[in-house]
């Protein structure tokens, strides 16, 4: 059975840092790209960050460029998202994403963390 469960999330003032982590479990995670989304209320989910399978290529919405960095840990089955200058518009629940570089029905998620931004 595959699990992603993400940890790090929590209120913190604008200008602040925050990391997510995710942990995966029940595969084989150098088969799979790994991606950070977002939700915020009342608008769609978006796709905050993306990790290739070898940490060579990632990619990141353009708002949060310069801001996050995603890394991974093939050792320890785990995907980061460091967070930095958070922004109040960076609220949201924040989703881990597994999805296989083949087979992209392979496609897992996790149960999101909340990330608040606030003064």
């Known amino acids: 059975q595959v699990q992603l469960v993400e940890s790090g999330g929590g209120f913190v003032q604008p200008g602040g840092s925050l990391r997510l982590s995710c942990a995966a479990s029940g595969l084989t995670f150098t088969y799979y790209h790994m991606h950070w989304y977002r939700q915020a209320p009342w608008k769609e989910r978006e796709l905050v960050a993306v990790i290739s399978r070898a940490g060579a290529v990632t990619t990141y919405l353009d708002s949060v460029k310069g801001r996050f960095t995603i890394s991974r840990d093939n050792d320890k089955n785990t995907v980061y998202l460091q967070m930095n200058s958070l922004k109040p518009e960076d609220t949201a629940v924040y989703y881990c994403?597994?999805?296989?570089?083949?087979?992209?029905?392979?496609?897992?998620w996790g149960q999101g963390t909340q990330v608040t931004v606030s003064s």
């Open positions: 994403n597994a999805r296989h570089y083949v087979y992209s029905d392979n496609d897992y």
